[in-house]
């Protein structure tokens, strides 16, 4: 990984969760800007996956590599998740 995608995503994150609880605080609920800014962490996070993969191919990677893999897999899955069920609940708590 790269430190500057590293901060990237923690500064992107860092802001999404800011909105969402000034959201959640206003009593609203998830809307499209929440949606977008977990597309953009996904993306990042993607390449962050990508360049792990190539990272590890390159024997670059740490020793334990199943592990490794099963945490560059499961970080995707979380801002899909996020999305899923601030969707699916829809009172003020969802954007949170």
Do not use: C
Request: zero cysteines.
């Amino acid at each position: 990984m790269t430190n500057a995608l590293a901060n990237g995503i923690i500064v992107v994150s860092l802001l999404a969760a800011l909105h969402s609880l000034v959201t959640a605080m206003r009593d609203r609920a998830m809307d499209r800007w929440h949606l977008g800014a977990l597309g953009v962490i996904e993306v990042l996070l993607v390449v962050q996956a990508v360049l792990g993969f190539v990272k590890l191919a390159d024997d670059q990677g740490p020793s334990d590599s199943a592990t490794f893999i099963g945490y560059l897999v499961g970080i995707l899955l979380i801002p899909a998740a996020g999305a899923g069920w601030g969707m699916l609940e829809r009172s003020r708590w969802a954007p949170a």
